[in-house]
């Protein structure tokens, strides 16, 4: 008898992927979905009481850039009327003084903003748009209106040497909570990981700063650090496992176990305007295949490490091997390790990492 899974926590609500900026660092899918396909504030609306109903407490509102959504602040009233605690998810574009307070009147909790590098210039490089002085008055006025406020640095080989200074920028804009978090390579990221990929010395210098700054910081500020999975050998745990903690809903309504198992699913991800929320969390095929150990094979099946690591990523395995099943090749076990070794070890082009082709809204 198959177990029932515990609810989920947390709902990623990716609004649009429609974006001001063209990070080359970005996981969303490279085929985008379009402005006119998203779901309509009702349908949102409807999300939100499912996933409340369903036992989600939290969600993030994202991207692309959720405030490229003129409903933006009925889509976080409705979340707030649900009684699901609402992040922002930015790059700071477009957040006026007035703009916020309409959203925080309407339920909105905190910010988690995006940054690119502590010099304006080479952030311009990295997002593909002039937008550092919209993130510094985006964090001001988050600061002012009273809500905890987050940075979140996504490190690859063009700015993982600068993150002292991007520390000292989280402390300079009275962040609460800083993310550094290497690249994941998914999507548009996948496709400019030679780009991005960094040596094995800057992540060496990136982690003893890390460290550093953790023991000067301590008890003033949170520090995550997301490992680089490929150059660690060490594979990161699903999602907590796949389809154990959070689910996420693409702006056309599709839902996944995480946000890149797009691929991974294809046209057998399961969608909200055709199926309860707790119908897919609960029975879909989608959202059960990965679930538990018995899908696992060696070296996984018999790895002291497997209900630690899950087996590592579902999507990176399909994504560098075409079997979602194989052991995911970050790890050092995995007979696939072989392929992450010879793209980590191999020479790098310093040249500056490029932005991508974003196709805005998808369109």
């Known amino acids: 008898m198959t ?21 080359a660092y970005c996981s969303n899918p490279t085929e985008l979905v379009a402005r006119s396909a998203e779901l309509t504030t009702a349908q949102w609306s409807d999300v939100f009481r499912q996933a409340a109903d369903l036992g989600v407490v939290q969600t993030h509102l994202s991207g692309g ?24 998810v930015t790059s700071g574009v477009g957040l006026h003084r007035e703009r916020l307070a309409v959203l925080v009147d309407a339920g909105l909790r905190s910010v988690q903003l995006s940054v690119q590098h502590p010099d304006p210039k080479e952030g311009q490089l990295i997002a593909g748009a002039r937008a550092f002085t919209a993130k510094q008055r985006a964090a001001r006025l988050v600061r002012t209106a009273g809500l905890p406020l987050g940075l979140n640095a ?22 609460d909570r800083i993310e550094l978090a ?7 990221a996948l496709r400019n990981r030679d780009a991005l990929l960094p040596s094995r010395a800057q992540v060496a210098a990136a982690r003893a700063a890390v460290e550093r700054w953790r023991e000067r910081l301590t008890g003033r500020m949170e520090l995550v650090w997301v490992a680089p999975d490929y150059v660690d050998g060490t594979a990161k745990p699903c999602m907590g496992g796949w389809g154990a903690l959070s689910l996420t809903v693409a ?14 699913l294809g046209a057998a991800a399961p969608n909200v305007t055709e199926h309860r929320l707790a119908w897919i969390w609960r029975e879909s095929d ?6 538990g150990e018995s899908w696992m094979r060696e070296p996984c099946r018999s790895c002291e490490l497997r209900a630690t690591d899950f087996g590592g990523c579902r999507c990176q395995a399909y994504a560098l091997t075409g079997d979602a099943a194989r052991t995911d090749p970050a790890c050092h076990r995995s007979p696939d390790h072989p392929v992450i070794r010879a793209l980590v070890d191999a020479p790098r082009d310093p040249a500056p990492v490029p932005a ?3 196709r805005e809204g998808g369109t």
């Not at 290497?182 to 548009?188: E, I």
């Open 286 to 291: 989608a959202f059960n295949r990965y679930r």
């Open 65 to 88: 850039e959720p405030l490229l959504r003129r409903d933006l602040a009925d889509i976080v009233a409705a979340a707030d009327s649900a009684g699901i605690h609402t992040q922002l």
């Open 154 to 175: 996504v490190l690859h080989r063009a700015n993982l040497d600068a993150l002292d200074g991007l520390v000292e920028l989280g402390l300079a804009w009275g962040a």
């Open 182 to 188: 290497n690249t994941q390579f998914y999507g548009w």
């Open 356 to 358: 991508y082709a974003y």
């Open 251 to 264: 702006p056309d309504g599709t839902v996944l176990p995480c946000p890149a198992a797009g691929e991974l």
């Open 3 to 23: 177990r029932v899974p515990d609810p989920p926590w947390a709902l990623l609500a990716e609004l649009t992927h429609g974006c001001p900026l063209r990070c």
